[in-house]
């Protein structure tokens, strides 16, 4: 819920595919997310502003994303399948740019 009470949709995601597992930055700016089809494909974690302006994607893995924000808020944790092996990552987050993108 916003401030005011109201729930807020943060993102929209695109026909066959759904938003899980978000993960909300220390600052409560961004939520890490992942997108995930709902028949078969590469998951995607996403970031999204809370204000709802701008959805991005930052990584793809087969399955297994599971982001989590480090305390301080400036890597995102996660881990994931590629055709390699599954691995863990970080990433440094600096917040997406503003606009909508994928």
């Known amino acids: 819920m916003s401030r005011t009470g109201q729930v807020t949709v943060l993102t929209d995601p695109p026909a066959g595919t759904q938003d899980l597992y978000p993960e909300m930055s220390p600052n409560r700016d ?32 087969q399955r297994d994303l599971s982001p989590e924000v480090a305390p301080d808020g400036q890597m ?23 606009g909508r993108g994928g």
């Open 30 to 61: 961004v939520v890490a997310f992942v997108r995930r089809p709902l028949v078969s494909g590469m998951d995607s974690l996403m970031l999204a502003y809370v204000d709802g302006d701008s959805v991005k994607t930052l990584f793809h893995a």
């Open 76 to 98: 995102i944790l996660f881990g994931g399948s590629t055709s390699a092996g599954a691995f863990m990552f970080r990433l440094p987050h600096a917040g997406p740019a503003r």
